[in-house]
């Protein structure tokens, strides 16, 4: 009687156990799909951001900040907005170091979009006089005529941040991670500078891109030992450390005479 009793409860015991396990495991069942509600709630409400910040009156920081991110997100139809603040903001978007930016920015939106130039030349046309020039030559430029018109250097590599931005194409990353080779460089001092102002550039914008920094990730994997190291250290280092050891190197090169 007695190892009867203390069989049905063994067997008690076991029951009550699996009832507990399977309401844990509908729990985390549940909990697992209100998580996967919840993620993509914050990812509507973070494109429905992106959005707004077309919509609105831009600011300069709002504008900086859709241009930069255009890319995740792209809205042609939505780009008459860009041509009006840029029209109403010459002295920030189309001034000596802005200017060659926006024309490679837009004309890249521009090529990929012919379908919509006739709609975009009617509000280019309603701009300033200089802004219809700078918008112009970007609707009618084949993007390998722009980049001609520079020699490598840390200003080719702003432009082909820009292009990046606005297209997404990882093109403009291979034509960035080719210039690091250059941070060796010990005789000609613009090579150099191109070379570092990459390395600077790509360890800033992957902190804040996520496909830039999958990018270094996968390139490290056909990369060769001389380049894996330096892509390391791209995303393991800050870019004000890059920046003094760019100024380090220009230091001892002009004590030896060489710069």
Request: hydrophobic content about 40%.
């Amino acid at each position: 009687m007695k190892r009867r009793n203390i069989f049905l409860i063994i067997i008690i015991s076991v029951l009550v156990g699996c009832i507990s396990n399977t309401a844990v495991k509908e729990k985390h069942i549940i909990n697992k799909s209100k998580k996967k509600q919840k993620i993509k709630k914050v990812n509507k409400e973070h494109k429905k951001k992106v959005y707004k910040v077309h919509k609105k009156t831009l600011t300069f920081k709002k504008y900086t900040k859709a241009t930069t991110f255009y890319y995740l997100n792209p809205r042609p139809e939505l780009v008459k907005n860009f041509i009006n603040f840029i029209g109403k903001n010459n002295d920030k978007v189309l001034n000596r170091d802005t200017t060659i930016n926006t024309i490679v920015f837009m004309n890249q939106i521009f090529y990929k979009n012919k379908s919509r130039h006739k709609k975009w030349k009617v509000i280019i046309n309603s701009q300033n006089k200089y802004t219809k020039k700078i918008l112009m030559k970007a609707l009618n430029a084949n993007p390998s005529e722009i980049f001609s018109m520079v020699n490598n250097s840390p200003v080719l590599n702003d432009m082909y941040w820009a292009a990046f931005f606005a297209s997404g194409d990882i093109e403009f990353l291979d034509k960035l991670t080719g210039n690091l080779i250059n941070t060796e460089e010990r005789l000609n001092i613009l090579t150099f500078l191109a070379g570092y102002n990459a390395k600077h550039s790509l360890a800033g914008n992957c902190k804040t891109h996520k496909s830039v920094l999958k990018y270094l990730i996968m390139m490290k994997i056909k990369a060769d030992k001389k380049l894996k190291k330096i892509v390391n250290e791209i995303i393991k280092k800050k870019p004000k450390t890059i920046s003094n050891e760019m100024l380090k190197i220009i230091k001892e090169q002009k004590s030896k005479g060489i710069w």
